[in-house]
């Protein structure tokens, strides 16, 4: 199970990571672990506009179906198309080509409260 | 929570464990799919330990069966099985299950493992004189053996000859050296073997079985994959698809039903719902929109509800989503159009005919 340096991660189990002009937001590895084999991926529109925490899309694997949850108010640049004739891509590579959306955050300082990857280790090593 | 003697194997061998009906079980142990695939071209190998047996035995066995059971004893004899409900008198369904006939005045009863005690009382207190049961379940551990490449693998741990073992057909014989029930059943439309024997043997048959298809593609194989290849089958699940609320008519279980066999425990209101025709029925369905199905989602048709689905997932084998779901009579026909509401969404989806695969 991997936590990749360098992002932001939610208690929720996604992961942020800051680009130029946008944020990408994908779930971590130990969450595509838990789910087992992705098969379907509901991902919002491009414009739409989400509070912290809201829910944003859903994955469902084989077993169990699974709400994605923003970590930062923002609003939608671009979805990953790929996942939806592939959505195992998020469980090949959860942090690569299998990441959900790009967004707009609304408040910057909103990543400050989510954890390093250090702090996200130590939170699924007691969950 | 109870424990398998294979627990600590599942955990070894990294599989995800879950709460099944008390039992921690295993889920998967590398992904459904691929344990599912393997059962469909290979073989799987399946701890089913947490499922019940109890021995029917004494002069009025084969009696106390016939009233319980709804299915037809006479078609035993030793070394055959029936697959039969037991139902209730308003006609629900208490469980599912198997009977095997070990002589003629001894029947093993393998039922599912959330309905031991229930169905342990529901026997005892209908059994005639000079008749008992005995709850075994802890004296046997359960194997399945899955897949086109079974026979081959069983076969080399046992000096009985495969071949000649029919489909609900058993041996009570040797295998690995340990004395067994193996039997010509399962419950992935494969072919395949349930082996029952000592929980003390199980270590020692599961890993020789697993180094027996080392060369044949044997997986290990976790109640996720066994609930795919169940649904692919259109296999109805107790407390999924059938519970004491539905009856075997409304489930597509009519051929288990022996009406004229004399009387029996639902009897009076099967052949009344029988006459009547049940205003449900259990149907297959798959989605032809974007969504998967679940149990418990809502189905429609011209705005209007029209059942509910009981088994929703993705099949391996057709990479779709399919599921089986009661719906009213007049829209069980195949071809016809259904609307499963997923979540917040309506999805569309196709009623079909029978098994998926």
Known sequence: ?????GLYYSE???????????????VTDFAQEELGDIVFVELPEAGEEFEKNDSFGVLESVKAVSDTFIPVSAKIMEVNENLIDNPELINDDPYGEGW????????????DELLSAEEYAEFIEEE | MNKTPLNQIHKDMGAKMTNFGGWEMPVEYTGIIEEHKAVRNQCGLFDVSHMGEILI???NAAKSLQKIITNDL???????????????PDGGIIDDLLVYCLQEDQYLMVVNASNIEKDFKWINNHLLEKTKADNLSNKYAMLALQGPESKKILTQLTDIDLNSLDYYRFRQAKAAGIEMIISRTGYTGE????????????????????????????????????DTLRLEKAYPL??????????????????????????????EKLIEIEKNCCQQKLSSFKITGRGMARHGYEVYAEQE??????????????????GLAYLKNEYTEPGTEIEIKVRKRMVKAEVLKGPFV
């Open chain 1, 1 to 5: 199970m991997s936590v990749k340096d």
């Open chain 1, 12 to 26: 929720d189990h996604e992961w942020v990571r800051e680009e130029e002009d946008c944020l990408v937001i994908g």
């Open chain 1, 100 to 111: 959900l959306i790009k967004v707009d955050p609304a408040d910057d300082s909103e990543l």
């Open chain 2, 57 to 59: 035995s004494g002069e």
């Open chain 2, 74 to 88: 006479q078609k035993l004899e030793p070394g055959k099985i029936i697959y039969t409900p037991i139902c209730k």
């Open chain 2, 191 to 226: 072919l395949g073997y349930e082996l029952y024997f000592e929980p003390e043997a199980a270590v020692k048959i599961w890993d020789q079985l697993m180094e027996a298809g080392s060369d044949f593609g044997l997986k290990a194989c976790g109640l996720g994959a066994r």
């Open chain 2, 238 to 267: 107790y407390g999924n698809d059938i519970d004491e609320t539905t009856n075997p008519y409304q489930a597509g279980l009519s051929w288990t039903v022996a009406i004229n066999k004399g009387d029996f425990i639902g009897r």
């Open chain 2, 305 to 322: 509800k029209i059942g509910e689905v009981t088994s929703g997932s993705y099949s391996p084998t057709l990479e779709e989503s399919i």
